[in-house]
């Protein structure tokens, strides 16, 4: 009783607290940040889920072992990307207090290779998820949460070009938004 008890106010905590920034989202109009807002707090439901209930057997896992070992592959590229993203404009992007904006443009390091680094690591993080828990509930939370990052990406992409102008438009001709490989490409 006491997992569904945590389950239920881990999960509620989640909610107001990416309820208040989705809020504040819809509020200001920012549609990369209301998707965002939505994958994360779908994603991160189901990992309470998941690690509270969903594995002491609410429900059923496939547990087909390959699967799960490519999941827990993914998460090391998922979290580079992510907290790489994060360092990087808590370190060059001139931050104005939230943990993600920046004032200046970065072009270097790993948004030399993609322009949205961090929204792809939380897609290949839910596809992990789907992958280590195989369960119809990681399905069902982390498809919708993968698209919604990718809606964010595409989004934000409006958002940075109000902010930087041509500039931005210029890096968006040279550095593609998710394609790693197609950014490395060009790298050399």
């Not at 002491?56 to 087909?64: C, F, L």
């Not at 195989?134 to 069902?140: E, H, K």
């Not at 930087?164 to 210029?170: L, V």
């Amino acid at each position: 009783m006491y997992r569904y008890i945590l389950c239920i106010v881990i999960c509620a905590v989640i909610w107001i607290i990416n309820g208040r920034w989705l809020l504040e989202s819809i509020k200001e109009h920012v549609t990369s940040e209301i998707y965002t807002h939505i994958g994360l707090g779908a994603f991160l439901t189901l990992l309470v889920l998941e690690l509270t209930i969903g594995m002491h057997g609410a429900w059923s896992h496939s547990n087909v072992k390959w699967l799960e070992i490519i999941g827990w592959i993914l998460y090391a590229p998922a979290a580079f990307l992510v907290f790489g993203a994060i360092a990087t404009l808590q370190h060059k992007g001139k931050p104005t207090g939230e943990l993600t904006e920046s004032t200046v443009i970065i072009t270097t390091g790993i948004y030399g290779v993609i322009r949205q680094p961090m929204t792809l690591g939380m897609a290949i993080w839910s596809i992990a998820l789907i992958l280590v828990f195989q369960s119809i509930l990681s399905v069902i939370l982390c498809v919708p949460s993968a698209v919604c990052f990718w809606l964010a990406a595409r989004k934000d992409v409006a958002n940075n070009i109000k902010k930087f102008g041509a500039d931005y438009e210029e890096y968006m001709n040279k550095v593609p938004m998710w394609n790693v490989f197609k950014g490395l490409r060009k790298l050399k």
